[in-house]
């Protein structure tokens, strides 16, 4: 059975989803949960289904749903006089375009795209331009089944729990084809990434169930658009590329489905896009990547690193849920070293930090991975409905609308694998727009002001950090927090410099924390010379200037005003909602809690923090302080991996497309320091698994309530909270300082 559900519905005292990583408890506060206080009356929450718009000088809307008239994207603050036409979008959407080929929907669309506005005579003219793809083969008729009963991991029960109401036939905004805007959208940022500084992204299968394309196999500096199009798969090796493709093959005659993870890479890309603390570029990119359809993980450079190692091997495949990638290299083995090419530029000898330093470009290859899970919608089909294209699904537990368990014997035209259609949406969609919003006020602006944002975080609950590591202290600011919440210094363990007899005042909320311990002396050698790995290199590069003592700004000193903020949090939430995030330490190098020891449903924080590494299991927790005794003995470091859970969290949190839950908290994740690679749910372990073993089956609970049997949807689905809980993931890098130091230094420590 799966863990427990929140009792209670998408209500008035819902407030906003809230990331948390161990005690960095910070509110998400999604722009489409908006708490209005009328006067008179008592608190309204105004559900709508935003996020559908995504960026800030370079916007796109997308719009339409699988079985509308049609889909399509307006696009806002694209420059004008630059060269764009129909045939220029039309080359990526054929090859985003179902029917294709046998491993693709057998669904047949022209996806023929027509501009209405925003382009004269061929050139951009600076204002909104339209786009519209109209759909030409629907057949709702395959959906009858579907009205009042819930498919299994897919957005229609959480639809019909936030909105009441949902599309049935195709599934509506959570349908695949929603990636027609984005296509059409990334083809425009792709020309001007192209034109103005020759920025190149590329997108390849490198992984289809248990088929997996060794890395060393491709040349990222070398490869091209005609090697990974060479295939039906999208796969650059085309021995590689038959596998793959015969792993489809097995699972589509047997109706079932498979997932996969799709490399893209970001060549030339021009330093110093990205900004310190919230707006680190990799958590754009996070929260970008982890909005397309039937994503489950994300990762950068070396990610959860040592996948090689656990993921090549035969495992049982009902103990393939469980398995979560690796961080098995110390800091010495992880540090990207640098040195000056013949060019006179500063380079890195490797690229483990994935070109991103600081949450800033360093000029290498940025390198993301993406997790995609098998299709949700699956079936056997026999051999004459075959033929003719329709689909008889396969059997599976569910309940409908009304709260009755039934089987669901559904119909329609499904993709056995998302993979290689989706690294089309990588290749000319979010990452594009998402980087060129990046690049707008550079290329475009008559003077180039490079400002240190992105240090604050939140729409409605607001959160500034400040302060530096070795300045003269750190803090934050709250801004947005409800009047009369109990509140005292206590809860943060911090001075609050605003409080009245112990209630918020609906004013903002500064902490201050003082540093009382610095030595600037341990960094004369850094003063001039870089830090392998760490932010030195980009903040100098970027801004001229640096804190040289800590780190500044990328000192882990910053988190302090995140979790002095969550402290304020974690009332809100526990308060109104009856919210708990628990976050704990599953991994340490090379040290890996089992989850079947620990039970998410009566974890407390007392098991947590009964030691000083924060591993609820005490025999794994001693083992634990061993490697990292081990390890710092030698002046070295190690990384690990936390996993953090949402208990009782409100059913509905969340919006469809840009705006998706799990989105959101992939980018509130990947701003934390030391970051690498994110996970909801089964993540990277569930491309492994097929539909069928995959999928959440619905039931009645002896309340009532619409319950998931399993949990492999890590309590989201269609971007939008289930109940259940919510379950991620987050791998974390060696510490980038490292050192041999002699004996009676340590001694003195």
């Not at 004369?524 to 392998?532: H, S, T």
């Not at 903040?539 to 000192?555: A, F």
């Not at 040290?591 to 030691?611: A, K, M």
């Amino acid at each position: 059975m799966a863990s427990s559900l929140s009792a209670r519905p998408f209500s008035t005292k819902a407030l906003s989803a809230v990331a948390s990583l161990n005690s960095d408890l910070r509110s998400l506060s999604p722009g489409y949960l908006r708490l209005a206080l009328r006067p008179r009356l008592s608190k309204r929450l105004q559900i709508q289904a935003a996020g559908s718009t995504y960026g800030n000088h370079f916007r796109v809307t997308t719009y339409g749903e699988s079985h509308g008239g049609g889909v399509g994207c307006v696009i806002d603050g694209c420059p004008p006089r630059i060269p764009l036409s129909e045939a220029d979008m039309q080359v990526d959407l054929d090859r985003r375009r179902p029917g294709q080929s046998r491993i693709t929907t057998p669904r047949k669309e022209t996806d023929t795209c027509k501009i209405f506005s925003g382009v004269s005579e061929g050139l951009t003219t600076g204002t909104p331009i339209h786009v519209f793809v109209p759909n030409t083969d629907q057949r709702g008729n395959d959906y009858s089944e579907m009205s009042l009963a819930y498919r299994p991991s897919h957005a229609d029960a959480t639809y019909d729990m936030k909105y009441g109401v949902r599309s049935v036939q195709g599934g509506g905004r959570s349908s695949a084809r929603e990636t027609i805007g984005r296509v059409a959208s990334g083809a425009v940022a792709k020309k001007i990434l192209k034109d103005f500084s020759g920025t190149e992204i590329l997108a390849y299968v490198s992984q289809v169930h248990k088929v997996i394309l060794p890395e060393d196999l491709i040349n990222h500096d070398t490869l091209t658009i005609g090697q990974i199009e060479s295939n039906i798969v999208r796969c650059p090796d085309p021995e590689y590329a038959e596998k793959m493709i015969a792993a489809i093959d097995a699972v589509r005659v047997r109706g079932d489905s498979v997932g996969g993870v799709v490399t893209c890479i970001v060549r030339n890309c021009p330093r110093g896009l990205g900004s310190p603390v919230f707006d680190k570029l990799e958590a754009e990119l996070a929260k970008a990547v982890m909005s397309l359809p039937a994503t489950k993980g994300f990762q950068f450079g070396s990610g959860f690193a040592g996948t090689e190692i656990c993921l090549s091997c035969d495992f049982d495949l009902t103990k393939m849920v469980q398995i979560k990638q690796r961080t098995f290299l110390t800091g010495s083995e992880h540090n990207d070293e640098f040195y000056i090419d013949e060019h006179g530029r500063t380079r890195t000898r490797t690229n483990r930090s994935g070109g991103i330093q600081g949450g800033i470009s360093n000029g290498e290859i940025i390198n993301m991975r993406i997790a995609f899970k098998p299709t949700s919608t699956i079936g056997v089909e026999e051999e004459d409905q075959r033929a003719n294209e329709a689909a008889s699904l396969k059997k599976q537990h569910t309940v409908t609308r009304d709260k009755k368990e039934t089987e669901l014997i559904a119909r329609g035209r499904h993709d056995p694998c998302v993979v290689p259609r989706e690294q089309v949406c990588l290749l000319r969609g979010d990452p594009a727009p998402g980087l060129h919003v990046r690049l707008v006020p550079d290329i475009f602006a008559d003077a180039i002001y490079l400002l240190a944002a992105g240090n604050t975080y939140g729409n409605h609950f607001r959160v500034t950090t400040f302060g530096e590591s070795y300045g003269g202290g750190v803090g934050c600011v709250i801004d947005g927090c409800p009047p009369r919440i109990s509140l005292s210094e206590a809860d943060m363990q911090v001075d609050l410099e605003r409080r009245r007899l112990g209630l918020t005042t609906g004013t903002p909320i500064h902490v201050f924390v003082p540093n009382t311990d610095q030595i600037g002396n341990d960094y004369d050698e850094m003063l001039l010379a870089y830090r392998p790995s760490h932010a030195d290199f980009t903040y100098d590069m970027k801004y001229g200037v640096r804190s040289v003592q800590g780190g500044g700004r990328s000192s882990a000193r910053e988190t302090i005003g995140r979790v002095a903020s969550g402290a304020v949090a974690k009332k809100i939430l526990k308060d109104f909602s009856g919210t708990e995030i628990l976050a704990y330490v599953s991994q340490v190098h090379n040290i890996i809690l089992p989850e079947d020891l620990i039970d998410h449903d009566i974890l407390t924080f007392g098991q947590i923090d009964s030691n000083i590494v924060r591993c609820p299991d005490p025999e794994y927790a001693e083992k634990m302080i061993a490697a990292i005794d081990a390890i710092q003995v030698r002046g070295d470091s190690i990384g690990g991996v936390v996993t953090c859970i949402v208990r009782n969290c409100p059913r509905g949190l969340g919006s469809p497309v840009f705006d998706k839950l799990e989105a959101e908290l992939a980018k509130a994740v990947m701003s934390v320091p030391a970051t690498k690679g994110f996970q909801l749910g089964s993540g990277f372990a569930g491309t492994f698994l097929t539909g069928s073993e995959h999928n959440d089956e619905f039931y009645i609970d002896e309340h009532g309530r619409t319950r998931t049997r399993t949990n492999r949807s890590g309590g989201i689905q269609g971007g939008i909270s289930n109940g259940e809980i919510i379950d991620m993931t987050i791998a974390f890098k060696p510490t980038a300082t490292i050192g041999v130091e002699e004996e009676d230094k340590r001694d003195c420590e």
